[in-house]
């Protein structure tokens, strides 16, 4: 959670629709040399930008988990656990979720992931779950409905970060709260669970492509929406990257997380340059698409990013492409279901619950690469041991 009531959350989750706050006054920035942060085309660093979690995310990076080797989803990197003796109670118990959307496959192949996770619990009575479609408006009256329904406890994935934070810090008053996923401007709380973060995710893809990328390459910086808290400080540990590197930052584009969007703005600023030598994206799911802008236009694809999503993987192996995918794991959807059913037993937990964060690289692509599941799937679900895998998730048995 935040540090102090000062700072703005930095940790969230992907998200591919919905966010109507922090709209910037512009999208674009043209190259500049990368001779200092004014510089460097990378424009201000963003409001959600707090140095010492930026600093303390990328040493995570490195750090040892603490929980079951063959279960990421229980570990903890650095855990400062609390007492949670107050919310103790008997079984069975009836757990309710409020879902910022299901409208994008990242979130569709957590959804499937918490179900079944859900599942093998058999204290587990009753699990009521309300969809936020990813408005603002209708998850706050979300929360608000499922405060009615006699909840033991409450699991929340925030649509946005600063807007869904009154509706959770109200709901603390009335029910221990687990967030995950997207962050929240409160530590109320009882433990807020995510991957190492986006200034790790961020960093790990910049990083790559200032080793990969010749010195005064130009780079494309592809972003979804502004205002959620991972994207942004995605970006923001990118711009520290960009910031000190050689490289050229020739724009930074908003794609709505639309595949169509995004291979018509790569194909401009081909167009533009004649030449972009390295692609940076917060997000994967629309990576292929900018693959394919390459492709149409005949020019070599460069160093790109994506993420563990199937049809990027196979996509890199295919074309024998210079690229990594940081990760976002979605086998966090795993873990909220295990923190609620701690709590209620009266068990501690991290207050910080910060789960191991794999990137693939060339060296592991093939471990992560699984042609027996749709293009659409997510690695790293952390599902292949739960009930109806493969096929709930879309896949087939081999």
């Known amino acids: 959670m935040p540090r102090h009531k000062a700072a703005v959350a930095v940790f969230a989750a992907l998200v591919l629709a919905g966010c109507t706050t922090d709209k910037p006054t512009?999208?674009?920035?043209?190259?500049a040399p990368a001779t200092s942060a004014q510089g460097s085309g990378t424009g201000a660093q963003s409001k959600f930008f707090v140095q010492a979690d930026f600093d303390a995310?990328?040493?995570?990076?490195?750090?040892?988990?603490?929980?079951?080797?063959?279960?990421?989803?229980?570990?903890?990197?650095?855990?400062?656990?609390?007492?949670?003796?107050?919310?103790?109670?008997?079984?069975?118990?009836?757990?309710?979720?409020?879902?910022?959307?299901?409208?994008?496959?990242?979130?569709?192949?957590?959804?499937?992931?918490?179900?079944?996770?859900?599942?093998?619990h058999k204290e587990i009575e009753k699990f009521t779950a309300l969809d936020a479609e990813g408005k603002d408006d209708k998850q706050i009256s979300d929360i608000a409905e499922l405060q009615a329904k006699g909840c033991d406890a409450l699991i929340v994935s925030p649509n946005t970060t600063a807007t869904l934070t009154p509706a959770v810090t109200a709901a603390c008053g009335k029910v221990p709260v687990i967030v995950f996923d997207r962050g929240v401007q409160t530590?109320?709380?009882?433990?807020?669970?995510?991957?190492?973060?986006?200034?790790?995710?961020?960093?790990?893809?910049?990083?790559?492509?200032?080793?990969?990328?010749?010195?005064?390459?130009?780079?494309?910086?592809?972003?979804?929406?502004?205002?959620?808290?991972?994207?942004?400080?995605?970006?923001?540990?990118?711009?520290?990257?960009?910031?000190?590197?050689?490289?050229?930052?020739?724009?930074?584009?908003?794609?709505?997380?639309?595949?169509?969007?995004?291979?018509?703005?790569?194909?401009?600023?081909?167009?533009r340059?004649?030449?972009?030598?390295?692609?940076?994206?917060?997000?994967?799911?629309?990576?292929?698409?900018a693959i394919e802008a390459f492709e149409d236009a005949g020019v070599p694809v460069p160093p790109i990013n994506g993420e563990d999503q199937q049809d990027f993987l196979q996509k890199w192996k295919d074309a024998k492409l210079t690229a990594v995918a940081p990760t976002y794991p979605?086998?966090?959807?795993?873990?909220?279901?295990?923190?609620a059913l701690k709590i209620l037993k009266g068990e501690e937990v991290p207050k910080m619950w910060n789960l191991p964060q794999p990137k693939v690289t060339g060296e592991n692509l093939s471990a992560y690469l699984k042609p027996n599941m749709p293009p659409l799937h997510y690695a790293l679900c952390g599902c292949e041991t739960l009930p109806g895998f493969p096929e709930n998730w879309g896949g087939k048995k081999n």
Not at 26 to 31: D, F, L, N
Not at 226 to 242: I, Q
Request: net charge neutral.
């Open 273 to 289: 340059y004649g030449k972009i030598d390295g692609v940076w994206m917060d997000a994967g799911a629309t990576a292929v698409a």
């Open 26 to 31: 512009s999208t674009t920035q043209s190259a």
């Open 57 to 120: 995310q990328l040493a995570m990076r490195s750090q040892t988990p603490q929980g079951p080797m063959d279960k990421p989803w229980e570990q903890a990197i650095a855990p400062k656990m609390v007492d949670t003796a107050t919310y103790k109670k008997d079984g069975p118990y009836h757990l309710c979720f409020s879902n910022a959307a299901v409208n994008n496959p990242w979130r569709q192949v957590g959804w499937k992931t918490m179900q079944a996770e859900a599942g093998l």
């Open 330 to 339: 979605t086998y966090q959807w795993r873990t909220p279901i295990i923190a």
């Open 187 to 271: 530590d109320c709380p009882v433990t807020f669970i995510k991957p190492i973060g986006g200034y790790a995710f961020g960093a790990d893809a910049a990083e790559f492509l200032v080793e990969k990328v010749p010195a005064g390459g130009k780079v494309l910086a592809l972003r979804i929406l502004p205002g959620v808290d991972v994207l942004e400080t995605r970006w923001s540990a990118a711009k520290v990257v960009f910031d000190k590197s050689r490289l050229q930052v020739a724009g930074v584009e908003f794609t709505d997380g639309d595949a169509a969007k995004t291979k018509s703005i790569v194909s401009d600023y081909i167009q």
